[in-house]
């Protein structure tokens, strides 16, 4: 019960690695806030704000439900206001709402790039911004699912990850910022089980970890003391291992087949297991 009487709220919680993230944080005994964009199913997409609450539900937690677009200033901070009046506190904001699209520069339309840049750094900016007068209080925790800063990665992509990184850079500012608000940034090694991999046909299920590690990692990342954390670009092996997590294959797609590193591939394909990095 590392999170016990602690409140979470997570965006883009209907599915994926939020609501995995959401369960994992009510096991812990943390009440989470959910939101997201979907509240009525989709067909071309499992899961719903509903949903989620229902099995955050189901393990003993308590869960609010919050529609909300990251994309708009007034819903953003109509979702902080409504978690901090229900719950009356707030001890952590996990930014985990993306968009993706890959491409060279010149296949981007103004439209694309505004949308993801609107989504990725600008939603992940409004909801720290709203978040840290409540989290001054009592000290908590700003979590931005991206990844280490490595040129590398810019080609084929560059729009797309100058929109992580710019997620990374705020996680960074804000724990140098905020005395007793710490700042993470979280990637995973290797891909993990979400729509988006699926629809975008990035590998095959043998290659991918269940969205259970990134949850695990960020709630090892969230009991940490705010006061004395200190910001890194942590990696979710990097953070269990840090625990005394070695053995990794809970979390694999396919029991019988470790993945490989491929989502820090993308980002530094140098990297090898051990390397860590340091802002």
């Excluded at 979400?194 to 969230?222: C, F, H, K, S, Y």
Aim: charged share 20%; with cysteine.
């Amino acid at each position: 019960m590392r999170l016990k009487d602690k409140v979470v709220l997570i965006t883009k919680t209907s599915r994926g690695v939020g609501a995995a993230v959401a369960i994992a944080a009510a096991k812990e005994g943390a009440k989470v806030a959910l939101a997201a964009k979907t509240i009525e199913p989709n067909p071309r997409l499992p899961g719903t704000l509903g949903e989620v609450a229902a099995a955050v539900e189901a393990v003993g937690g308590e869960a609010l439900v919050i529609q909300v677009d990251v994309r708009f200033e007034d819903q953003v901070e109509a979702m902080v206001q409504k978690t901090v009046d229900h719950f009356g506190r707030l001890d952590a904001m996990v930014n985990n709402a993306g968009a993706i699209f890959w491409a060279p520069v010149s296949g981007w339309t103004t439209k694309k790039y505004d949308l993801v840049n609107n989504v990725n750094v600008r939603g992940a900016f409004l909801c720290a911004r709203a978040a840290l007068p409540h989290l001054r209080k009592q000290g908590g925790h700003v979590l931005n699912m991206s990844p280490p800063v490595v040129a590398s990665a810019a080609v084929g992509k560059a729009p797309y990850i100058v929109s992580k990184f710019g997620m990374t850079l705020h996680a960074l500012a804000i724990d140098s910022e905020e005395p007793n608000v710490a700042g993470h940034a979280l990637w995973p090694v290797t891909g993990i089980l979400t729509a988006a991999t699926v629809n975008l046909t990035m590998g095959q299920t043998r290659e991918w970890r269940t969205p259970e590690i990134l949850a695990d990692a960020t709630i090892a990342l969230l009991a940490k003391d705010p006061m004395t954390s200190k910001f890194r670009p942590w990696l979710d092996e990097e953070v269990l291992e840090d625990e005394g997590i070695t053995d990794l294959s809970i979390y694999r797609c396919d029991p019988d087949h470790e993945p490989a590193p491929m989502s820090i591939h993308l980002i530094d394909p140098t990297w090898t297991r051990g390397q860590r990095y340091e802002h």
